[in-house]
């Protein structure tokens, strides 16, 4: 069975920084194509950040220079590293993961983190 548990959100003040971590169980991280998403009260849920199967990366727009994706095999973790925080980024943010069947991306996220809540405060 698959379990995404994501960590590491908290308070901030704004211009501050996080470090999220989602770390994975009957899933490996390695070669998979997964995603970090947030969602703040009344607004719909926004993706955020990328990683593909080959390890490419791709962020949101309204994070670029600020946020940053990564994983680490050996802990079969996904981190999203997020910088000079804003308001603005108050949200639940969630990891998702697609089936990894090393086929490339596309197929849509099946499997979702609980969430982990940062609050940006200017």
């Known amino acids: 069975q698959v379990h995404l548990v994501e960590s590491g959100g908290d308070s901030v003040q704004s211009g501050g920084s996080l470090r999220l971590s989602c770390a994975a169980t009957?899933?490996?991280?390695?070669?998979?194509?997964m995603a970090w998403f947030r969602q703040a009260p009344g607004k719909e849920r926004e993706g955020v950040a990328w990683v593909e199967n080959d390890g490419g990366t791709t962020v949101a727009h309204s994070v670029k220079g600020r946020f940053t994706i990564s994983r680490d095999n050996g802990k079969n973790t996904l981190y999203l590293q997020m910088d000079s925080l804003k308001p603005e980024d108050t949200a639940m943010y969630y990891c998702?993961?697609?089936?990894?069947?090393?086929?490339?991306?596309?197929?849509?996220?099946?499997?979702w983190g609980q969430g982990t809540q940062v609050t940006v405060s200017s």
């Open positions: 009957g899933y490996t991280v390695r070669n998979a194509c």
């Open positions: 998702a993961a697609e089936r990894n069947h090393g086929l490339g991306c596309g197929e849509g996220y099946i499997y």
